[in-house]
């Protein structure tokens, strides 16, 4: 009896490490694709993983993948921007401090030109010759300590930190709310600043307000806030809702997706409470106040839709993400795809992408030549499935391009 | 509830027995000598045709209690001594006293070499996959607890720095809370920083059990991958052994252990100890991390400026012991508190100057134990409560590079807005464990382990936050029940079950939850003869999620509410086969297959995004993880003083998830996930330990002993991510290096053991060397020990 005991545990486990003989499904080996185009693909076998950074010759055919391909960027969440021919890959978390990877492409392939250590940022973009960040406070400091922005100003030549300052963050709202910085851009030889004003909780009880506060360069002095109360405000959470178009002029859409802590119930949860449609407003080139001899009624030429996400491809057209106005929501990005005209106030769907039900997410970084035409925007499939769609904003039409495997599409980009 | 009843029932049956049982019983004991006075240890004292019957503690003395009154023989044997007996009466109350002086032979060695076992010995030859670390025989070194188990196989101990860092035990690829803490059979979960095995010196310890993957019921707890008991034993009656070292770092430690026993049983047991490291070993820096520096600092190696570490823990016990009715039975105190900086976040990027965590621990408990309280009938009660809090202070208006220059700013905080928040878990738990010999080879045990938890926060620098705290409650209770068979070097067969019950109150008091599950399992040990043992076990295992998995822990670790139960099913297949070529040349070989398949398998993963919490790490449930691999130790002696071994493990963990899951869409993709069965990540999966010490006798005078001692580690290089993804080259994808370290020691001691100096260098050839990815553990150290022991006992 004892030995039956141990001879059938002894079986049992040798079964166990012999059953190990399950196999992957077979899969077409993907080989490297050289090329210009970077692709920052985020992996989906585990959350909180890093992006592997991908080259592609084309982004209208062929296939990328991160299997025995791509470099490993370590730390959890990564935003990429170009400046001055350079790919700045930007770890977002790991501490206050992120490292940021500074690429280059020779010959088709990623080459590590530096790397540096910068503060964590909530927004960042190419000014002059450098990159400036800002981190944005999100709570109200403890009692004696003021409420402020950091913001850095990184040499694209040097890759260094050259300066770094503070600024109040509490004055641009001039509410008493936080002004949180949705984004910033270059505006001539100012910064431009649109922001959201909360009090905790991404929540604000000044839902109808439009505000972006403006810097000089590269001093970072406040000098004003450019205010509007014919919209909710401009931009969204890590979204740019700024565009600058070829002669100077600067659009600004607001998504209207203000919120307030829903009163009817106990847990901590968003009420949308902005009056005012989303639409797209103008800064006339030079002028630092809005023109309010313009007004874009975006739900009403888009017939009920709200605007989310833009991408400027030049000669004043965007590709922009839109969403139902009933679904809309302080972090929904629309799932469908429409070719703004800003000066002709125009909308067009665009056909050919895939159905909504069928998406998974959209790509936020997408890339356009800005030739008022084209634009290469990142699909994720609930599928699994990953696809570039190239869109062509004369037929507003949408093609499937290269297939990336492996994970989602975090942002394409692209270096001579 | 139920535990309540139990401590009463207990309660009153002791009384009951007290009244019944008291002054019947005897108790003998002495010490062993060699004819040159040495002390024999882990010499056996049986009395003769009867179950009594000890093993010889290391310098030789023994203590039999609760003897029925009678005449009896007493026969000690131990290995290289000529055995002997000895008669004496032993009258109702008495307590008799008889010492051995024997004599030396060397035939004599063969035929009780399997008799004389020391304690850890007898343990590793349970029928559970265990290995004892005889904790005795490091009491010269400056290890702690965690020192100690990175040298079994099938463990690796992951370290992110110096005295006082993270650390992470993992056993056969299980780590972090998969595996269980105990402190004699005391589940340590809820001890805090202060307590913790990276700060626990091994002189506390008589020895350290490592269970691996199949966990006794008598360790009442839902460990998935396996347990650690640290024994502190009831070594002597009236001793003290003090410790003190200095060394690299500028790191202090010391250990005082003591006890005092009146002729009455009245005793007073005392362990303090205590670390102290300024840490400030050198690390390299890539230019990544030099950029930010001041110019005239700027260099590839710098010293780490702000990692200070020191624990300071008293624990002290009184009451009675060798008592009728009690073996002992003693009322304690715990009280310790530590303070650490930290140096970095999760990577060398950030660097911090002045963010530093504080804790402590103010545990006050009560232990009782008593064998044959009816004939056959053991029980043991213990309880304790922990008020001790833990408070992480980061109120800086500074920021630092690795220059250690303070850069002062306007905003609070070297991590996001800052924090100073001190919470306390009020941490209660009591454990009972009965068992009964129902016969000479069989017996049954019950055993109940209730913990409670009850985390009330105070935010200092937002007060205003306090009123939004929301109630963090968790009871938890583990009664386990077994049955055991056991003829001695024959075979044993273990039977058991545990039954986990969890009640916890999360975030809202209308959110309730309740959750329970029953685990099994069996471990049989067989002898094809007595050189060779084979053993095989199996648990179906279930694990809770943890108050700070479910809670976070408001430093760096973030809530999962959803978490849910992960269970495992553990195989161990085991040989043990000692052997010898002659007299003089002895081996032992142990070898363990393990097989283990986790699903709901809880693991740890970087919150990421962009929110608050994105540097935090947080639980999450992963659908099935599989593990296979084999730990192997061999052992070369040659007579009695020279020992050589090496230890290696494999262990390969795949991701047996078929489907990734998309968080945007709440559901799983279709698609095979191209991980599936890919090896996981950032786990060390073959490493290994050599060893070689030599001991020398009566080196410079009579009485005096050297011990040289060199070890080795050695961990493979492995992949900081999923192994298929990226480009496998050094310069595009992530990996933690390859490690060597070289540590030699040497030990002199004086007076049979009374006087101790020692020497260590560890890391000799001071390499870089890496637990973790990006964080480089300490160079080449040397640290001076000093210890004194005198034991009075009788």
Not at chain 1, 197 to 202: A, D, P, R, V, W
Not at chain 2, 135 to 159: C, F, H, P, S
Request: charge should be positive.
């Amino acid at each position: 009896m004892k030995t039956l005991v141990t001879k059938t545990l002894l079986a049992l486990a040798f079964a166990g490490v012999l059953s190990s003989c399950e196999k992957k499904a077979d899969r077409e080996v993907i080989p490297e694709n050289p090329g210009n185009y970077i692709i920052a693909v985020t992996p989906t076998a585990i959350a909180g993983k890093a992006d592997y950074l991908l080259t592609a010759s084309s982004l209208e055919s062929g296939a990328a993948s991160i299997i025995g391909n791509g470099v490993e960027q370590d730390g959890t969440y990564r935003y990429y921007v170009t400046a001055n021919n350079k790919l700045f890959s930007m770890l977002y978390g790991q501490g206050s401090p992120g490292a940021v990877t500074v690429y280059g492409v020779t010959d088709g392939k990623l080459n590590k030109l530096n790397d540096y250590t910068s503060a964590t940022v909530h927004a960042f973009a190419p000014v002059g010759d450098d990159i400036l960040t800002v981190r944005v406070p999100r709570r109200i400091a403890a009692a004696g300590t003021p409420t402020v922005y950091e913001w850095y100003r990184v040499s694209t030549a040097t890759n260094a930190e050259v300066a770094k300052g503070t600024v109040d963050a509490i004055m641009p709202s001039g509410n008493g709310e936080i002004a949180h910085l949705s984004w910033i851009k270059q505006v001539g030889n100012k910064v431009f600043a649109p922001y959201f004003s909360i009090y905790n909780s991404f929540f604000t009880k000044f839902p109808d307000q439009a505000g972006i506060a403006v810097f000089s360069y590269p001093q970072m002095q406040y000098e004003k806030t450019i205010r509007d109360t014919r919209t909710s405000f401009i931009g969204r959470y890590f979204v740019d809702g700024l565009g600058l178009v070829e002669n100077g002029d600067c659009y600004a859409f607001s998504s209207s997706v203000a919120a307030d802590d829903d009163p009817a119930t106990t847990a901590v949860d968003a009420k949308m409470t902005s009056t005012k449609p989303s639409a797209i407003t103008r800064i006339k080139a030079g002028t630092t106040e809005f023109d309010m001899s313009y007004f874009f009624n975006f739900e009403e030429a888009s017939n009920g839709y709200v605007i989310t996400n833009w991408l400027n491809i030049g000669q004043n057209k965007f590709i922009a993400n839109i969403e139902p106005k009933l679904t809309k929501g302080q972090y929904v990005t629309g799932k469908r795809l429409a070719i703004v005209d800003v000066v002709a106030k125009t909308v067009k769907a665009v056909t050919g992408f895939p159905e909504v039900k069928d998406i998974s997410s959209v790509t936020t970084t997408n890339y356009s030549p800005k030739d008022g035409k084209t634009g290469y925007v990142g699909v994720n499939l609930a599928s699994g499935a990953t696809y570039v769609y190239k869109i062509d904003a004369s037929t507003a039409t949408a093609t499937q391009g290269i297939k990336v495997e492996g994970g989602v599409i975090t942002a394409i980009q692209h270096l001579q | 509830m139920q535990i309540k009843k139990f401590l009463l029932l207990g309660v009153l049956c002791t009384y009951v027995i007290f009244t019944k049982a008291q002054d019947r019983q005897a108790s003998l004991s002495g010490r062993l000598t060699g004819s040159a006075g040495e002390p024999i240890p882990a010499a056996t004292v049986k009395l003769q045709n009867t179950r009594y019957g000890v093993v010889s503690d290391q310098n030789g003395y023994y203590k039999i209690s609760n003897v029925k009154p009678a005449n009896y023989i007493v026969q000690v044997s131990a290995m290289g001594y000529k055995s002997q007996n000895k008669q004496i009466k032993l009258a109702a109350g008495e307590s008799g006293s008889l010492n051995f002086v024997l004599a030396e032979s060397a035939e004599q060695m063969e035929m009780v070499n399997v008799i004389g076992r020391t304690k850890a010995q007898e343990v590793n030859r349970q029928a559970f996959n265990v290995t004892a670390i005889d904790a005795t025989k490091l009491y010269n070194t400056t290890l702690d607890i965690a020192g100690a188990l990175d040298r079994v196989a099938g463990v690796r101990v992951r370290e992110s720095g110096g005295v006082g860092s993270n650390f992470n035990v993992s056993l056969n690829g299980f780590s972090g809370r998969h595996v269980r803490y105990f402190i004699d059979g005391i589940p340590m979960d809820n001890f805090g920083s202060s307590f913790q095995v990276n700060n626990i010196p091994i002189n506390v310890a008589e020895r350290v059990e490592v269970y691996k993957g199949v966990v006794p019921m008598w360790l009442g707890s839902d460990a998935l991958g396996g347990a650690i008991n640290i024994v502190t034993g009831n070594r002597h009656r009236n001793y003290v052994d003090a410790s003190y070292s200095y060394g690299s770092f500028n790191t202090h430690r010391s250990v005082l252990n003591a006890a005092a026993t009146s002729q009455s049983g009245l005793t007073v047991q005392l362990s303090a100890f205590q670390n102290y490291s300024d840490n400030d070993y050198k690390i390299n820096l890539r230019t990544l991390l030099q950029n930010n520096m001041q110019d005239d600092k700027r260099a590839a190696q710098v010293r780490r400026f702000h990692d200070v570490y020191h624990n300071e823990t008293l624990i002290a016990n009184v009451g009675v012991v060798g008592k009728s009715w009690a073996d002992n039975l003693l009322l304690g105190m715990t009280m310790g508190q530590n303070y650490k900086e930290m140096q970095t976040a999760a990577r060398p990027e950030a660097v911090y100057g002045q963010l530093h965590r504080r804790g402590n621990i103010v545990m006050p408990s009560l232990k009782y134990k008593k064998a044959d309280l009816l004939p056959g009938l053991d029980v043991t009660i213990n309880a304790n409560y922990n008020l001790g809090y833990e408070i992480t202070i980061d109120t800086a208006k500074a920021d630092y590079d690795w220059d250690g220059i303070r850069d002062p700013k306007v905003s609070m905080g070297e991590t996001e807005n800052g924090q100073h928040v001190k919470y306390k878990n009020n941490n209660g738990l009591a454990t009972t464990m009965v068992s009964y010999r129902l016969s000479e080879h069989q017996a049954v045990a019950v055993n109940n382990v209730f913990s409670t938890f009850d985390r009330k926060s105070d935010n200092l620098l937002f007060p205003d936050r306090n009123a939004l705290n929301v109630p963090k409650k968790m009871d938890k209770n583990v009664l386990g029940f077994g049955y055991s068979y056991d003829v001695d070097n024959k075979w044993s067969l273990n039977l058991f079950g545990k039954y986990i019950l969890l009640k916890s109150v999360v975030n809202s008091f209308s959110q309730k939850n309740m959750d329970h599950k029953l685990g099994y399992g069996t471990a049989l040990a067989y002898y094809i003869n007595p050189d060779v043992q084979i053993r095989g076990s199996y648990e179906l295992t279930n694990r809770m999620p943890e108050a700070n998995e479910i809670f976070g822990n408001l430093e760096n670790e973030a809530a999962n509410p959803l978490l849910k139960p992960e269970k495992s099913d553990n195989f161990n297949l085991g040989v043990i086969y000692g052997f010898k070529i002659n007299e003089v040349n002895r081996f032992s070989i142990t070898t363990n297959a393990i097989y283990r398949y986790s699903t709901d398998f809880i693991y740890s993963r970087l919150v990421g995004g962009t929110g608050q919490l994105r540097d935090y790490t947080t639980s999450d449930n992963r659908d099935g993880v599989r593990t296979t691999g084999f730990d192997s130790e061999i052992r070369y002696s040659y007579k009695s003083w020279l020992s050589v071994g090496a230890t290696l493990t494999y262990q390969m963990l795949r991701n047996m998830q078929k489907h990734d899951y998309n968080a945007s869409t709440r559901d799983y993709y279709p698609d095979e996930s191209l991980v599936y069965l890919d090896q996981m990540p950032n786990i060390p999966y073959l490493f290994g330990n050599a060893d070689v010490s030599g001991s020398f006798r009566n080196v410079f005078a009579k009485g005096n002993n050297l011990t040289v001692g060199y070890n080795l580690l050695y961990v493979n290089r492995f992949w900081l991510d999923w192994p298929s993804f990226g480009n496998p080259t050094e310069a595009d994808k992530n990996a933690i290096p390859l490690q060597l370290s070289h540590d030699v020691n040497f030990v002199y001691s004086m007076k049979n053991g009374r006087y101790n100096i020692s020497l260590e260098a560890r890391n000799l050839a001071d390499k870089p060397v890496f637990d973790n990815f990006a964080l480089q553990k300490p160079g080449r150290g040397f640290y001076l020990n000093f210890r004194y022991f005198i034991n009075q006992s009788k």
